[in-house]
T-cell receptor, first 112, second 112 residues
Framework: EDQVTQSPEALRLQEGESSSLNCSYT??????LFWYRQDPGKGPEFLFT???AGEEKEKERLKATLTKKESFLHITAPKPEDSATYLC?????????????FGQGTILTVHP | DAEITQSPRHKITETGRQVTLACHQT?????MFWYRQDLGHGLRLIHY???????NKGEVSDGYSVSRSNTEDLPLTLESAASSQTSVYFC???????????FGPGTRLLVL
């Protein structure tokens, strides 16, 4: 059974204080790992897809990396507008219907 | 712009009533999904569809049904609402399995 564990559950940062969010996963063959951002009262918003170990992707202050067992979302010099819940999900190559298995998310709060 | 919409955004109903939540996407995606999001459980798959007339059960499908009469819509029906179905419901769609799933804004359902 696919499993995704995100840590920490909550993270408080000062503006400009860089940090990382962790997503550990167990899957029977990884088809893709997805990062989403979710603001209160809204649906998940796509950030990145990573397909193979060693892959990295960047967008503004965010950088996602992938190993065979985990993914990191690095946040460089965060701003208050980066405050949100960050969700990680995996898709197994063993599933034929595109099911995503989600972690429970990391709630990020950036204080000015 | 293409988009995915859900209605209603908020719904209060009573135990035992039938409730239908609407999902409409204008991307012409064949694959559509329904998830529920609860504290402590993250996002869990309820039902999914690969195309018109195709419907399949996800991991938490008991008490729910879907129908797919066209490409754009996948309504979710709660046959007899229960308090355990109080949740936030998200619809998602994707062009091809393995690609990014895009989520709607969600429906917050309260069953009294």
């Amino acid at each position: 059974e696919d499993q995704v564990t995100q840590s920490p559950e909550a993270l408080r940062l000062q503006e400009g204080e860089s940090s990382s969010l962790n997503c550990s996963y167990t899957v029977s063959g990884l088809r893709g790992l997805f990062w989403y951002r979710q603001d209160p009262g809204k649906g998940p918003e796509f950030l990145f897809t990573l397909y193979s170990a060693g892959e990295e992707k960047e967008k503004e202050r965010l950088k996602a990396t992938l190993t065979k067992k985990e993914s990191f979302l690095h946040i460089t010099a965060p701003k208050p507008e980066d405050s949100a819940t960050y969700l990680c999900a995996v898709q197994s190559s063993g599933t034929s219907y595109g099911k995503l298995t989600f972690g429970q998310g990391t709630i990020l709060t950036v204080h000015p | 712009d293409a988009e995915i919409t859900q209605s209603p955004r908020h719904k209060i109903t009573e135990t035992g009533r039938q409730v239908t939540l609407a999902c409409h996407q204008t991307w012409n995606h064949n694959n559509m999904f329904w998830y529920r999001q609860d504290l402590g459980h993250g996002l869990r798959l309820i039902h999914y569809s690969y195309g018109v007339q195709d419907t399949n059960k996800g991991e938490v499908s008991d008490g729910y049904s879907v129908s797919r009469s066209n490409t754009e819509d996948l309504p979710l029906t709660l046959e007899s609402a229960a308090s355990s179905q109080t949740s936030v419901y998200f619809c998602a769609s994707v062009r091809e399995v393995g690609e990014t799933q895009y989520f709607g804004p969600g429906t917050r359902l309260l069953v009294l």
